[in-house]
Antibody, heavy 120, light 108 residues
Framework: EVQLVESGGGLVHRGGSLRLSCAAS????????MSWVRQAPGKGLEWVSI???????YYTDSVRGRFTTSKDTSKNTLYLQMNDLRAEDTALYYC??????????????WGQGTLVTVSS | SYALTQPPSVSVAPGQTANIMCGGD??????VSWYQQRPGRAPLLVIY???DRPSGIPERFSASNSGNTATLTINRVEAGDEADYYC???????????FGGGTQLTVL
């Protein structure tokens, strides 16, 4: 059974840092694309970052240069290092397994999310 | 950057058919995925790629995509279908996934 479990969220002051973790089981993170998606309170889904199986990483414009996505293959875990946090980064952060074909990609498994709150 | 437009809300009576639209430039040339998000829950994939359903998703859920509009159709709507629904595509030009703003489905 595929399972994703996020952790590491919490309350942080503006300008602070947090590292989110996403522990995967039932599959190997190196063989799939993996993504972070966030949802601000009462708002819609916003894609944050994706790491391809070949190691390429992409970010949404608003976090590029502040957030860093990485994988630890020995722990089968995805990470999101978040620096210089802003109030607008306050959200529930999900990790999601991502499947890709020639014309599309989709998020077929999601964790339960971890809440990040940035106080100003 | 590529944008997807969804109506904020759709209402339907139990047993009827709900159609949730997702607009985008030439979206008919892209694979569109759809997610259901019940209150307090993580999103759940209900349609992916060219209109396929993951295992466990009822046949009542289907999708179509042509021109500038993709549509999620839910037949014989049940109270348990009440949720937010999001469309999503892969913008190859920017190498980024894009979500629509979401549609709240209310079952009257």
């Amino acid at each position: 059974e595929v399972q994703l479990v996020e952790s590491g969220g919490g309350l942080v002051h503006r300008g602070g840092s947090l590292r989110l973790s996403c522990a995967a089981s039932g599959f190997t993170v190196t063989t799939y694309y993996m993504s972070w998606v966030r949802q601000a309170p009462g708002k819609g889904l916003e894609w944050v970052s994706i790491v391809y199986a070949d190691g390429r990483i992409y970010y949404t414009d608003s976090v590029r240069g502040r957030f860093t996505t990485s994988k630890d293959t020995s722990k089968n875990t995805l990470y999101l290092q978040m620096n210089d946090l802003r109030a607008e980064d306050t959200a529930l952060y999900y990790c999601a397994r991502t499947v890709n074909n020639w014309n599309s990609n989709w998020f077929d498994s999601w964790g339960q999310g971890t809440l990040v709150t940035v106080s100003s | 950057s590529y944008a997807l437009t969804q109506p904020p809300s759709v209402s339907v009576a139990p047993g009827q058919t709900a159609n949730i639209m997702c607009g985008g430039d030439n979206i008919g040339k892209k694979g569109v995925s759809w997610y259901q998000q019940r209150p307090g829950r993580a999103p759940l994939l209900v349609i992916y790629g060219d209109g396929d359903r993951p295992s466990g998703i009822p046949e009542r859920f289907s999708a179509s995509n042509s021109g500038n509009t993709a549509t999620l159709t839910i037949n014989r709507v049940e109270a348990g279908d009440e949720a937010d629904y999001y469309c999503q595509i892969w913008d190859r030009g920017s190498e980024k996934p894009v979500f629509g703003g979401g549609t709240q489905l209310t079952v009257l």
